[in-house]
């Protein structure tokens, strides 16, 4: 806590948000008057704070952080402000504040948010990773120079924990589905090019291929990231302990990606060489297929691979959702007619989709293509979620998000299904989050005997 207050008042702020405790042994680093008696008091504090731990909180004044922030003495706040549970700075000036975080920055190395209602609290809001102002009494200096701006602190929380998740789910699913549907459906275009010994000649038509992430299959993408979510808010803010797995990057990491990347490479070798397994393809003419047939079926089958995919991917359906697959699909089918239509602008195209959907073999190599390539992925996801399950699983399970309303959250431990749970700090886990429910749910039912009372 950075405070302009006094030394009093910002222990009893302490005091009065439960950041000291009764149990806590309060360190002070005031009023030093120079270099030496500041590194004097931060070396007591450190021995107090070693054989005191974790209950340790630190108070330290501007007066004393003067020196404490020069580089001789930096890394010893530093250290000390990491083993104690709770550092309050206090009588600290807009710089000093500004100054306090980028040393947590550089030393620590880890992402800083930094929250404020004021305007001397601007310095510091804009010198973190991440600034939050508060719309509040003090004016709207500290709000219009933040990040986030939230109307009450306690909104800090959903911020964090449920916008923030939304966020990190709904990113981490578009930026991975968007290299998967090009790699899926266009690293056919490599595999081409070793038959036609790297001519240079373009597997899919020019048109088809400038509409394909413009028009066709752009809706999917735009679906996850407006509109996807795991777990819904209530429960969210119930079980704040699958906030821990997001702060590893559960949905967005080198492990995530290149699976999706691995996924996209087989997804385009089965779409490509599925045309291999049929004989020579006849027309209604009696013709022998050509090219262009055959690349409409290879376009045909990968973006209905990357479309179930999206189906696959998607954890809550709603309207939006079937309306962004199935208009994509659609425009896939309508763009391609079009230009098989319009002989004076397309003529080697010309009647082209319509033969080629008069093939059965058309749709059976489509229907194929797209079993092989997604139960790979089924039988992948069910083995994880049967014998690897996140946290956010077991919860999703217990809570599914068609529903689920605030009073749905108050579950017994008995009907909480512990059969997807193996391991036993998932049993454990559960445990702690069921017995809390229950005493919530006790503690609205009493009280709500008492109101009837």
Same mark, same amino acid.
């Given at each position: 806590v950075i405070t302009g207050d006094q030394q009093d008042t910002a222990e009893n702020i302490g005091h009065s948000c439960k950041l000291i405790t009764r149990e806590s042994t309060i360190v002070r680093v005031v009023k030093c008057e120079n270099e030496s008696k500041c590194k004097e008091a931060l070396i007591n504090a450190m021995n107090v704070a070693t054989q005191k731990q974790p209950k340790v909180s630190l108070v330290i004044d501007g007066q004393s952080l003067v020196f404490a922030l020069n580089d001789n003495l930096q890394q010893y706040l530093l250290d000390i402000g990491s083993i104690c549970e709770t550092v309050i700075v206090c009588r600290a000036d807009p710089?000093?504040?500004?100054?306090?975080?980028?040393?947590?920055?550089?030393?620590?190395?880890?992402?800083?948010?930094?929250?404020?209602?004021?305007?001397?609290?601007?310095?510091?809001?804009?010198?973190?990773?991440?600034?939050?102002?508060?719309?509040?009494?003090?004016? %709207?200096?500290?709000?219009?120079?933040?990040?986030?701006?939230?109307?009450?602190?306690?909104?800090?929380?959903?911020?964090? %924990?449920?916008?923030?998740?939304?966020?990190?789910?709904?990113?981490?699913?578009?930026?991975?589905?968007?290299?998967?549907?090009?790699? %899926?459906?266009?690293?056919?275009?490599?595999?081409?090019?070793?038959?036609?010994?790297?001519?240079?000649?373009?597997?899919?038509?020019?048109?088809?291929?400038?509409?394909?992430?413009?028009?066709?299959?752009?809706?999917?993408?735009?679906?996850?990231?407006?509109?996807?979510?795991?777990?819904?808010?209530?429960?969210?803010?119930?079980?704040?302990?699958?906030?821990?797995?997001?702060?590893?990057?559960?949905?967005?990491?080198?492990? %995530?990606?290149?699976r999706w990347i691995a996924t996209s490479a087989y997804h385009s070798i089965v779409v490509f060489f599925a045309i291999f397994l049929l004989s020579d393809i006849v027309t209604y003419e009696g013709m022998t297929a050509d090219f262009l047939i055959v690349s409409n079926i290879v376009l045909s089958a990968g973006t209905s691979t990357a479309l179930t995919k999206a189906m696959l991917t998607t954890r809550h359906w709603l309207f939006i959702s079937n309306f962004c697959i199935w208009l994509s699909y659609l425009a896939l089918v309508a763009i391609l007619m079009i230009e098989s239509s319009l002989v004076d602008i397309f003529p080697k195209f010309y009647q082209v989709m319509m033969q080629t959907m008069s093939l059965n073999c058309y749709w059976f190599v489509v229907v194929i293509v797209v079993a092989i390539c997604s139960i790979p992925d089924l039988v992948f996801d069910y083995v994880q979620r049967q014998y690897f399950p996140y946290q956010w699983q077991i919860v999703q399970e217990s809570f599914p998000l068609s529903g689920t309303n605030q009073s749905d959250v108050y579950y017994s431990y008995d009907e909480v299904s512990m059969n997807t749970i193996k391991d036993k700090t998932a049993v454990n886990e559960t445990e702690k989050l069921s017995l809390t429910a229950i005493d919530r749910s006790k503690g609205k039912r009493h009280s709500d005997s008492s109101s009837d009372d």
């Open positions: 710089l000093q504040k500004a100054l306090v975080v980028r040393m947590m920055k550089q030393g620590t190395h880890k992402i800083c948010l930094s929250i404020g209602d004021g305007a001397n609290d601007v310095s510091m809001i804009q010198e973190a990773h991440i600034g939050v102002g508060i719309w509040g009494e003090e004016g %709207t200096q500290a709000a219009n120079n933040s990040d986030y701006s939230i109307r009450l602190f306690k909104h800090l929380s959903k911020l964090i %924990t449920v916008h923030g998740r939304y966020n990190m789910l709904r990113t981490g699913l578009m930026v991975e589905y968007s290299f998967y549907k090009n790699i %899926t459906v266009f690293f056919s275009q490599f595999w081409f090019a070793i038959f036609c010994r790297w001519s240079g000649q373009s597997f899919f038509d020019d048109w088809a291929m400038s509409a394909f992430n413009v028009i066709i299959l752009s809706l999917p993408p735009m679906g996850l990231a407006l509109f996807d979510k795991d777990i819904s808010e209530e429960v969210i803010l119930r079980h704040a302990e699958i906030y821990h797995e997001l702060r590893s990057g559960l949905y967005l990491t080198y492990k %995530t990606f290149i």
